[in-house]
């Protein structure tokens, strides 16, 4: 994991773009860094319960990868 400010990338594994779809599906909007990175880009106006809410959202998609 790395970041500055409200960037974050989170280097994987695996390919990214299979875990993306299925951050997506479960209602996680995030954007490929290259072919093994997540990119987490939230509005400056992001609530603490949005970014509990997605940080469960990844955590349920990243054990099932």
Known sequence: VR????????????EAKPIIARLLDAGLVVIPSGTHTLRLLPAYTTTASEIDEALSILRKVLARA
Do not use: K, V, Y
């Not at 970041?3 to 695996?14: A, K, P, S, V, Y």
């Open 3 to 14: 970041g500055m400010g409200f960037i974050i990338g989170i280097e994987l594994l695996d």
